[in-house]
């Protein structure tokens, strides 16, 4: 999923970074991490998506959906 659409459907990231992966694989690509956090009462949920970076844009990579 593009990033312009994710922005549509969740609005602004509370936090972003940029980042290198893959690394240890010995075939690095460049990243940028975006986090979403919504609270509940007293639990909290954290959305961290990645993307990564393609001639055409950036694409939807992986995400974790945790609690903090």
Do not use: I
């Not at 999923?1 to 980042?19: F, I, N, W, Y």
């Not at 609270?39 to 954290?46: L, P, W």
Request: no cysteine; net charge positive.
């Amino acid at each position: 999923m593009p990033r312009d659409r994710v922005q549509a459907l969740l609005g602004t990231p509370v936090e972003t970074a940029s980042k290198t992966y893959g690394g240890a694989t010995g075939n690095p690509w460049n990243g940028l991490e975006w986090t979403y956090s919504w609270k509940q009462g007293y639990s909290a949920r954290r959305l961290v998506l990645v993307f990564q970076s393609t001639g055409g844009g950036w694409l939807l990579n992986n995400w974790d959906w945790r609690n903090y």
